[in-house]
């Protein structure tokens, strides 16, 4: 495909606007008079624009769109991320002039309406998760993290704690959690997980101390598994004098059904950007609310609507407000499911993990573990490469041959060959039956025909880049000739 520079001829395009013969308002006798820009301001060559008719232009475009795969192309079912279907009418919200048009030093009393939003986020957010208050600033999941362990550090300093260096964080947690620790200058202490994807109780018990800052966890963990001894998890840390920081990026497993501050978290964050209506991926504007109970509460960064900051607080964390129209659009969603709603929302997404679990288990598919998953579930499929030399990345690029994105490859880490897989909610079960049908296909393939996956893609634009080089050193500037 050309780039848009290789489309461009010089002179061609639209041209709309009549050098400095253009009228002023609709009297033709008045002219924009020529301005006088000094020589020093003036640049010594024009811009490389690339001039392209309207036709290549708009064809440019779709180019590049139907180059790309989103969910509005196809199943999507990536683990640990909810690349789910996020409705329209809450982009059309998000897009109203009132709120839209709108400055962040404007007089209060001219913005009620997005006050509003956020008190009614804050009261929703607070309700689901089981914390006493929440700031909306953090713009990403892993920026609310950093948020709520500073929260973590501020506390045990009010009380001068200072021996408390080190925060515990399971092996199968999301790499944002030791990153996050380690930013916030705690030790990382990691805690292997039993074979059915717990935490390893008696491990928990063995590091805690009077050097435990916390413990973060996300519960469904990455393998998609509900920790039963939650309790029993929190209680430790808390018997230690730590505190419990509950990841939430993906909680369309439990909201409406159990809340982290029941389970005996003292913070969380929400990926409103993964569960409640925000598009995820694209680097696109996100925000990572951070919910907590009453004594982490002082130490908040300035309140989102406007308060003065407390003296103890961990000061701003963002400017201003947060991302405000991603806060909107979890409103706007949260007001259209209603309690019940939500409730389903976490039910349907659970019961179509399931579904998709049972039915590749009975194509000859191995789940890294046994039984009920949550909302997301991981294949196994060191056993199929021992048998037929087709890996995971194998059967991920076969499956874009039938028009589906792959499912998280490779992670979580404590899994060699994984797979896994989050349906969500938001997808049929024909769609689940036909993605099921695929992969029971693709494994008759690896059987039978080992090199057409180690081959595969075989119909898309783009086959097997170098991963490592397109993620590290991607070209994104067009080298112009001499
Ligand atoms: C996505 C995710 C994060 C990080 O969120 P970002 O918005 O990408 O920073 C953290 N934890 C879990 C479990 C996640 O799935």
Do not use: W
């Not at 259209?336 to 399931?354: F, I, M, P």
């Amino acid at each position: 495909m050309k780039t848009i520079f290789e489309l461009s001829k010089p002179g061609r395009g639209n041209k709309v606007l009549t050098p400095y013969k253009t009228t002023v308002g609709l009297d033709p006798t008045k002219e924009v008079p020529k301005a006088d820009i000094p020589a020093s301001f003036k640049r010594a060559s024009a811009p490389r624009l690339p001039e392209v008719s309207e036709n290549d232009l708009s064809r440019h475009y779709n180019a590049l769109a139907r180059r790309s795969f989103g969910v509005c192309d196809g199943f999507y079912p990536l683990g640990s991320c909810t690349m789910k279907y996020n409705p329209k009418v809450n982009e059309s919200i998000a897009a109203l002039s009132g709120f839209t048009d709108i400055h962040p030093l404007q007089p209060k009393h001219t913005v009620s309406g997005c006050e509003t939003v956020y008190s009614l986020a804050r009261k929703y957010l607070c309700g689901i998760t089981g914390m006493d208050d929440m700031t909306f600033q953090p713009a990403a999941g892993a920026h609310g993290e950093f948020t709520g362990v500073l929260l973590i550090k501020a506390y045990h300093e009010s009380r001068g704690d200072h021996a408390r260096k080190k925060i515990i964080v399971p092996d199968s947690a999301h790499g944002t959690n030791p990153a996050t620790a380690a930013m916030c200058g705690f030790e990382v202490c990691s805690i292997t997980s039993t074979a059915d994807g717990m935490v390893d109780l008696d491990a928990l018990r063995a590091v805690v101390g009077p050097d435990t800052a916390g413990l973060m966890l996300t519960n469904p963990n990455t393998v998609g598994k509900f920790d039963k001894n939650i309790l029993e998890i929190t209680k430790i840390v808390h018997d230690a004098g730590g505190l419990c920081y509950y990841d939430g990026a993906n909680l369309n497993a439990v909201m409406g059904v159990a809340r982290p501050g029941d389970m005996g978290f003292d913070v969380c964050h929400l990926n409103l950007h993964k569960t409640f209506s925000t598009p995820h991926g694209g680097g696109g504007p996100g925000s990572g609310a951070v919910g907590c109970k009453e004594i982490l509460k002082p130490f908040l960064p300035a309140s989102t609507l406007g308060e003065e900051p407390s003296a103890q607080s961990i000061g701003q964390v963002k400017m201003f407000y947060g991302n405000f129209l991603v806060v909107l659009r979890a409103v706007a969603y949260l007001m259209t499911l209603g309690n019940s709603g939500v409730r389903e929302a976490a039910q349907t997404a659970v019961l179509n993990a399931n579904y998709m679990k049972k039915k590749m288990e009975e194509a000859g598919y191995i789940a890294a573990y046994p039984g009920i998953c949550m909302h997301e579930f991981v294949l196994d499929l060191a056993e199929l490469k021992k048998e037929t030399g087709v890996s995971a990345l194998d059967v991920a690029k076969s499956m874009l041959d039938h028009g589906i994105h792959p499912p998280t490859m490779y992670f979580p880490l404590i899994v060699h060959e994984a797979l896994m897989f989050e349906p969500t909610e938001t997808e049929s079960r024909e769609t689940l039956d036909e993605a099921c049908a695929v992969m029971a296909e693709i494994l008759k393939t690896a059987k039978e025909d080992p090199a057409a996956c180690h081959a595969a893609p075989h119909h898309t634009v783009i086959g097997r880049p170098d991963e490592t080089k397109a993620a590290r050193h991607p070209v994104v500037r067009y080298e112009f000739g001499a």
